[in-house]
């Protein structure tokens, strides 16, 4: 069996091209919508989505902005990594955002309200949002309560909670809605990075601290006995109980270092000094959202998430520099969630190249290269 | 109190709809995550039909041509749901979360390009229905009326209707329990499930319309529903999946939404000095509490969020 | 009437990719009669029932009614043709009434409105001239399968159906329930209807069939008169060799007590009572234990109890000497192997590649896992070759083969390799040989009786009678909850074994008073069958 398959029947192949397909299919979608508003700029705005920082004039002005979409990336990709990691033990982490929130809430707290070092609001952060996620957790295993559902309320209760917090008067602004701002030992250090983005002081060692995650998590995933356990548990419950594991035990920690990665994220945004917490908001921050985009981009691979995190963020950022009198800004958030949507249909798609391939194959499919979907009724419906 | 009463109504009339909405869908077995995306599409197209109306339009005309637009761009917009978990089979989750973002860019993008095109320096995603706005609404006294109250009644005991009284509600209910069974007595799963997702949209857009004319003369699309579609959700399952019960914990929830709007009118309320979040947050806790007591026994429909597949059986 | 036949199935042919599931098929059924259709498991007959049903399509043949050739696309056209069918999983929606789901598909409105009362009393008519007793607005979940069964042929009824499937309909039911089906299927013979009778159970075929039509590996082997037929041809035709009614083995030589169960009881899933009552019993190295009774007497749940994977309401387990009745699955499993009912559900992580299945009950082991908690990867691919290779597991791809691309036989192997390989004194095999074909079957008794042999304690739970009757040393039967009967295979006889697994005898007690009462009964029967 040691031939050499095509490229084509590669399953990490087959997930690029997919997700490649969803982002072509999106950017359409994005392109024909501009032309409707405005024909004639159309061209001109997507192109300025799609080269977001490239489209700057100046060398100095371009790494800034570069500088700008990898600060926000990190806590993207933090967030994917949380989904990411939930969905390998069947877990659909929805509550991403609600632990994204609380991370944001102990972090910011303690950095504003107690000039902690960073690297212990990081760690704060990282506890908010596992507690949050053990809940969920908690809830899943003990009450068969849908980790879907107790997270979309939690994303709610601890939006109004977080907003309850950072309202103090010791961490907001006194005439203003936003928290006050992150300074001195409580940010994340650039450690020189910022230099290489024309002194980008948002560009930290977030960045480089959430590819390291990247890595781990695809390390513990599929080398590790725990990530074994894990993996089993997603695939069959039963079956890893049948093993011996602890299956309620996994759900709880894997929603829990789920919390952790989002947390993480929050801090990687707020910590930076990129942004203020604004107590007046009424929804809950997308980003957690969008890292349920860059997990299904990415292929549910941790790796993958990387590159999808910086594509979604980038394309966002690039939107913000169109030209606002004619096209809206949210242009580019269109784009994501019809990438999103369309990220629902990749496991048809790729049905539909293996079944392709199988018919260029002649003799009919095979069974052993068609996904689970296929076997009608031979495997196991059918005699009993 | 009467303005208690009057945002309590209003407010459970939305969480009834919208409610109501999501209560088809899953007992046709598709879980529809997507109501505050189709929330904000029904809104969107009542309040465009509202500004698009010629000024002098006669009331009766305004509610129904708004109504009707809501309910129908509502119910285009959940083919996406229905088209991609139905006959995709793709993850409703997922989906429900695609819909909700891109329903909130999508009507920001619109909104934002009409008020441009109609004036250059208008950048806004508001849109503005002081005037058409009257037309659904009547005093009595101090009082607030407003139609869509006797709109949420008449949807409530039809669903009740349609749901234990037909034919229609008796197969609808066993796809989302037993599709093999429904298909082998010659029940099309696929389309007793497409009918669940579109009264769900129908639902749903209604219920964004009746929300975003409940205190309001304009709507900012950019902040969506506020997480009204969600809390919703929370109505369906608090209500175990049952219109009656959905009705009560839509009076329930519709008064903690109410208190936060006007506990300061209320003295001894004031007097507790609660921040008006904890009232936000109130319904949420509620449902998660309420939840992790009931959920060992719950009424769900047993093959919610499983796509039907006719070859596995 | 001058055609002979119902319903005609002519030349069917299906094919899946990779098999031919109905290869040349040729079913008649006449006006009136009741015809059985024979075959093993992945003989064909389901496909072909679902042909019928137009849920597939065939590539060639055709289906005549009455003589004249129609198409059936979908359930729909079935029945507009009067055939209606007792699916082996009742199709059942649990939350509503029985009424609601006889009307299920063909109800009366007026205005728009449900018509209840009209099809109640249609229903009770039925179920008097029939005899099939149920109450009309019981909800399934609270009722006997049983009656779920007199629910799935009261929908026929309603419908006006003329042609009646049942497929494999007594497999659930107990044997009291299944002599009243067959009372039932004769009545409605009597009244003219035609029955089509899907089943692998010869007694059954014997007793109650016209006709017969057998097939083999979705071959069309033959149809015979029963008259005319011993069950010894039948076998024969099912399985295209004469069944090797005796397995090989050396007489027991039992050692040590292993396995010793106290008072076990184990609480439902599905209702308030306990599901296993009481148990007690012991399991000696080098014997084969069989605990044989009909599905759903609480087999599941004891094993489940066993095993650890639901905690025991009372009793005490002893495993080598030592109190288990509390201890973890874990735990458990350093001296107990078990090979679970359903291996789809329990005995494999079908999306794992083989070498990580192989290695399910031991990957936290050092052997496989380094102390710093990374997997052993050139290990585990070497253990997985080689337990194929002992084996005999084949595999697309070896050790990296996704599990669910295997075919049923060599994923069990994979399973019983794993499980007879590891450490351990007593090996559960639950049900080992369900669905698997005569070959795979003798495969699987011959590796129970090497274990033993070896001296482990082998605990088989089983519900097909021929291997109660040819693989243990000693059989339980498990009646309700509770060991009704303790019997030795060598001297016992299916008759007999039949009696205890369907509760009208028992020889082992617990509560002293009703121990005499059915002792006198025990030993009436026995006084009975010495005259006989």
Same mark, same amino acid.
């Given at each position: 069996m040691k031939k050499k398959e095509p490229l084509i029947k590669n399953p990490s192949f087959q997930s690029i091209l997919t997700s490649l397909l969803c982002i072509i299919l999106g950017l359409l979608i994005g392109y024909i919508v501009l032309l409707l508003i405005n024909p004639s700029g159309a061209g001109e705005a997507i192109k300025t989505i799609l080269l977001n920082f490239l489209s700057r004039s100046s060398h100095a002005a371009r790494m800034k902005a570069l500088g700008n979409t990898l600060a926000k990336t990190a806590p993207l990709l933090m967030c994917a990594l949380s989904i990411c990691f939930c969905y390998k033990v069947?877990?659909?982490?929805?509550?991403a955002p609600g632990q994204y929130e609380a991370g944001a809430c102990i972090g910011l707290y303690a950095a504003i309200a107690?000039?902690?070092?960073w690297a212990i609001c990081l760690l704060l952060a990282a506890v908010a949002g596992a507690v949050v996620g053990a809940i969920s957790g908690a809830l899943k295993a003990?009450?068969?309560?849908n980790e879907v559902i107790s997270g979309i309320m939690l994303n709610w209760i601890m939006l109004y909670l977080t907003n309850m917090v950072l309202s103090g008067k010791n961490v907001k602004e006194v005439a203003s809605p936003y928290t006050i701002k992150v300074s001195g030992k409580s940010l994340i250090p650039s450690a020189g990075l910022n230099n290489l983005f024309a002194?980008?002081?948002?560009?930290?060692?977030a960045i480089p601290l959430a590819i390291i995650f990247a890595i781990l998590i695809w390390m513990i995933l599929t080398k590790t006995k725990f990530g074994y356990e894990l993996r089993a548990t997603g695939f069959n419950k039963e079956a890893a109980k049948y093993a011996g594991m602890k299956e309620k035990q996994n759900i709880i920690v894997t929603l829990a270092i789920g919390g952790a990665l989002a947390g993480i994220g929050a801090a990687c945004l707020y910590l930076t000094g990129y942004q203020q917490w604004s107590?007046?908001?009424?929804?809950?921050?997308?980003m957690g959202f969008n890292g349920i985009a860059a997990t299904f981009l990415g292929g549910l691979h941790p790796i993958g998430t990387i590159f999808a995190s910086f594509f979604i963020q980038s394309i966002t950022d690039g939107g913000a520099l169109i030209d606002k009198s004619v096209y809206p800004s949210q242009i580019s958030d269109l784009i994501s969630s019809i990438i999103i949507y369309l990220c629902g249909f990749v496991l048809f798609f790729k049905f539909a190249i293996n079944n392709w391939i199988s018919k260029k194959d002649k003799?009919?499919?095979?069974v052993n290269d068609v996904p689970v979907t296929d076997a009608p009724a031979k495997s196991e419906g059918g005699e009993k | 109190m009467v303005l208690l009463l009057q945002y309590t109504i209003i407010f459970a009339s939305v969480l009834c709809l919208v409610a109501l909405g999501g209560c088809f869908s899953e007992h046709s077995g598709v879980i529809n995550l997507g109501l505050e995306g189709i929330m904000v599409m029904g809104a969107l197209g009542g309040a465009v039909t509202m500004f698009l109306l010629?000024?002098?339009?006669?009331k009766i005309v305004i509610v129904l041509a708004t109504t009707l637009f809501a309910i129908l761009v509502g119910m285009i917009y959940s083919c996406l749901l229905g088209v991609a978990?139905?006959?995709?089979?793709?993850?409703q989750t997922l989906i429900g979360t695609a819909m909700n973002l891109l329903a909130t860019a999508a009507a920001t993008v619109f909104v934002k390009a009409m008020n441009t095109s109609i004036n250059p320096d208008n950048v806004s995603s508001s849109i503005q229905y002081i005037q058409e706005k009257k037309a659904f609404l009547k005093y009595f006294g101090g009082f607030e009326f407003n139609w869509f109250m006797v709109m949420a009644v008449v949807m409530l005991v039809l669903s009740w209707f349609l749901l234990y009284k037909t034919k229609f509600g008796l197969r609808l209910m066993a796809c989302g329990e037993n599709p093999q069974a429904a298909d082998s007595v010659g029940i099309n799963v696929y389309k007793m499930r497409w009918a669940g997702v579109l009264i769900s949209g129908f639902l749903g857009g209604l219920g964004g319309i009746v929300y975003i004319t409940a205190g309001v003369s304009?709507?900012?699309?950019?902040?969506?529903?506020?997480?009204f579609g969600f809390l919703a959700l929370a109505v369906m399952i608090f209500g175990q999946w049952k219109p009656t019960n959905i009705a009560l914990a839509a009076l329930l929830f519709g008064l903690f939404r109410a208190l936060s709007n006007?506990?300061? #009118?209320i003295p001894f309320l004031k007097a507790m000095n609660l921040p008006s979040t904890v009232y936000n947050m109130l319904p949420y806790i509620i449902s998660i509490i309420v939840l992790a007591f009931t959920?060992?026994?719950?009424?769900?429909?047993?093959?919610? #969020?499983i796509p039907y597949d006719k070859g596995q059986r | 009437m001058d055609a002979p036949y119902a319903i005609e199935m002519v030349n069917i042919t299906k094919r899946f990719p990779g098999i031919i599931?109905?290869?040349?098929i040729t079913l008649q059924l006449r006006k009136g009669e009741i015809h059985a259709l024979l075959g093993e498991n992945g003989a064909g007959k389901s496909t072909l029932m679902s042909v019928l049903f137009g849920l597939y399509q065939a590539e060639e043949g055709v289906i005549k009614k009455d003589g004249k050739e129609v198409k059936v696309n979908n359930p729909n056209d079935a029945n507009d043709l009067g055939i209606g069918m007792v699916h082996q999983h009742f199709k059942?929606? !649990?939350?509503?009434?029985v009424l609601e789901n006889i009307i299920l598909g063909v109800e009366e409105t007026k205005g728009g409105v449900l018509q209840m009362d009209e099809a109640r009393a249609k229903v009770k008519a039925l179920s008097e001239k029939y005899g099939l *007793?149920?109450?009309?607005?019981?909800k399934i979940e609270d009722i006997t399968v049983g009656m779920q069964q007199r629910t799935e042929i009261l929908k026929m009824l309603f419908r006006d159906n003329e042609i009646l499937i049942f497929d494999?309909?007594?497999?659930?039911?107990t044997p009291q329930e299944i002599d009243e089906l067959m009372e039932i299927m004769r009545n409605l013979r009597a009244e003219g209807k035609s029955i089509l009778f899907i089943s692998h159970k010869l007694n059954e075929i014997m007793s109650v069939a016209d006709r017969v039509t057998v097939l083999r590996r979705g071959k069309y082997i033959g149809t015979v008169d029963v008259?005319?037929?011993t069950k010894e041809d039948l076998s024969r035709m099912m399985v295209?060799?004469?069944? !090797?009614?005796v397995v090989d083995k050396e007489p027991a030589k039992p050692g040590d007590v292993i396995l010793k169960v106290e008072n076990m009881t184990v609480a439902s899933k599905m209702h308030s009572?306990?599901?296993?009552?009481n148990v007690s019993f012991e399991v000696h190295e080098g014997e084969i234990v069989c605990i044989a009774g009909?599905?759903?007497?609480?087999q599941t749940e004891f094993v489940y109890g066993l095993t650890g994977m639901e905690p025991l309401v009372d009793g005490k387990i002893t495993l080598c000497g030592e109190?288990?009745?509390?201890?973890s699955i874990r735990k458990r499993s350093r001296e107990m192997s078990h090979i679970p009912e359903d291996r789809h559900k329990h005995g494999?992580?079908?999306?794992?590649p083989l070498e990580y299945n192989m290695i399910l009950?031991?990957?936290?082991?050092s052997e496989f896992t380094s102390?710093?908690?990374?997997?052993k990867r050139p290990e585990i691919r070497a253990y997985s070759e080689r337990l194929e290779k002992e084996f005999d597991v084949r595999s697309g *791809?070896?050790?990296?083969?996704?599990?669910?691309?295997?075919?049923g036989g060599n994923q069990q192997k994979a399973i019983i390799a794993r499980e007879v390989d590891k450490e351990h004194k007593l090996l559960v095999a639950v !049900?080992?040989?369900?669905?698997?074909d005569v070959g795979a079957i003798e495969g699987v008794h011959r590796q129970l009786i090497a274990e033993r042999d070896r001296g482990r304690a082998v605990l088989l739970i089983s519900l097909e009678l021929e291997e109660v009757m040819n693989v243990p040393d000693r059989i339980l039967v498990m009646y309700e909850g509770e060991i009704v009967g303790e019997l030795d295979p060598k001297k016992t006889t299916v008759e007999e074994l039949g009696l205890y697994m369907a509760g009208a005898?028992?020889?082992?007690?617990?509560?002293?008073?009703?121990a005499e009462i059915e002792e006198s009964e025990a030993i009436d029967t026995a006084a009975r069958k010495e005259e006989a």
């Open positions: 069947g877990l659909f982490n929805i509550g107690w000039h902690c070092n003990y009450r068969n309560v002194n980008n002081r948002t560009v930290t060692i107590t007046t908001q009424t929804s809950v921050p997308t003799g009919g499919p095979n | 010629p000024s002098g339009t006669s978990c139905i006959n995709f089979k793709a993850d304009e709507w900012k699309f950019e902040m969506g529903v506020a997480g006007v506990y300061t #009118g959920s060992k026994n719950s009424r769900a429909p047993k093959a919610e #969020g | 599931a109905n290869d040349n059942l929606v !649990q939350c509503f009434t *007793q149920v109450d009309p607005d019981a494999e309909p007594t497999a659930v039911l008259k005319d037929v295209g060799r004469d069944v !090797q009614m009572n306990n599901a296993v009552k009909i599905d759903g007497n609480g109190d288990i009745s509390h201890d494999l992580v079908l999306d794992y009950q031991r990957y936290y082991q102390k710093a908690g990374f997997l *791809q070896g050790p990296i083969t996704i599990a669910r691309a295997m075919s !049900q080992p040989t369900r669905g698997l005898k028992r020889n082992v007690f617990i509560d002293a008073n009703t």
